[in-house]
């Protein structure tokens, strides 16, 4: 069911790779609820993913664009601020760390791995909103959205690296959200989703029995992608005009459960 939430709303969807994305996903909940939008994603995974079946059936235009440059930063808005005028909801969902990819343990991390992840993972945020703040490139109300995840506060072994990238993805909501708020009138939040099978996620070591036992501890069972999208878009709705500057778990209450029965009951 659609409910018009989105109707005349314009924006950027950064990271969509393919159906089983978050940022996929959004999209389509998007275009659903009125809104339209650019898709943007690394030269690289425009290449890997399936992005033009998502762009036609959503009729967008894709913009590649590596969100840690600069230039292709500042040429991706342009491009939508010729298309759109000025913006009323980005999503950034985006994250990488190569050493997880390359198996390597937090005690034995590559650097020059952990600079790279974490120019990606974190400080594309930055860039993505300090561009945007340059070209005045977002309407009053607008609402810009990151995905992170759990392991930015608790210890997650196998998360490695990612997790130090999500904490500081969080920290960089804050306190650029503050001046979104204090002098554009604009929201800033992160969304901090369940342990969800993307084509990313599924990469970390032990993720499917992390995935069960995630959905065993919280009350609602873990959130999907799906519901993750939708979530997205009541953010970029007028219906959260005040909420700002905040992580909002997405986790089916995983987050503030100490132990469920159903796991604890596996040591009786």
């Known amino acids: 069911m659609s409910y018009g939430l989105l109707k005349g709303k314009k924006g950027i969807i950064f990271g969509a790779l393919d159906e089983h994305s978050i940022a996929w996903k959004t999209a389509k909940k998007c275009h659903e609820e009125g809104g339209e939008f650019i898709l943007s994603n690394a030269p690289v995974a425009l290449r890997m993913g399936t992005l033009n079946q998502l762009a036609e059936e959503t009729g967008s235009e894709i913009i590649g664009a590596d969100a840690t440059s600069m230039e292709d930063l500042s040429n991706l808005f342009d491009r939508a601020l010729e298309k759109f005028g000025k913006l009323d909801?980005?999503?950034?969902?985006?994250?990488m760390s190569i050493n997880v990819r390359k198996g390597r343990h937090y005690t034995d991390l590559d650097y020059g791995y952990l600079e790279k992840g974490w120019d990606i993972s974190s400080v594309s945020f930055h860039k993505v909103m300090k561009t945007a703040w340059d070209k005045d490139a977002m309407n009053e109300w607008g609402s810009i959205v990151a995905l992170t995840y759990i392991a930015a506060q608790r210890v997650f072994p196998d998360y490695s690296d990612m997790a130090d990238n999500k904490a500081y993805l969080e920290?960089?909501?804050?306190?650029f959200g503050y001046f979104w708020g204090k002098e554009k009138n604009v929201r800033?939040?992160?969304i901090s989703q369940s342990p969800t099978p993307t084509t990313a996620g599924q990469g970390v070591k032990g993720f499917s029995g992390f995935l069960r036992f995630a959905d065993?501890?919280?009350?609602l069972g873990n959130a999907t992608a799906d519901e993750c999208a939708s979530y997205v878009v009541t953010m970029f709705s007028d219906?959260?005009?005040?909420v700002t500057m905040q992580n909002l778990f997405h986790d089916g209450g995983y987050?503030?459960?100490?132990?469920?029965?159903?796991?604890?009951?596996?040591?009786l």
């Open 255 to 267: 987050s503030t459960t100490g132990i469920s029965q159903e796991v604890a009951d596996k040591f």
């Open 239 to 242: 219906l959260t005009r005040k």
């Open 188 to 190: 800033v939040n992160t």
């Open 89 to 95: 909801f980005v999503l950034h969902s985006i994250g």
């Open 216 to 219: 065993e501890m919280s009350p």
């Open 171 to 175: 920290s960089i909501t804050r306190n």
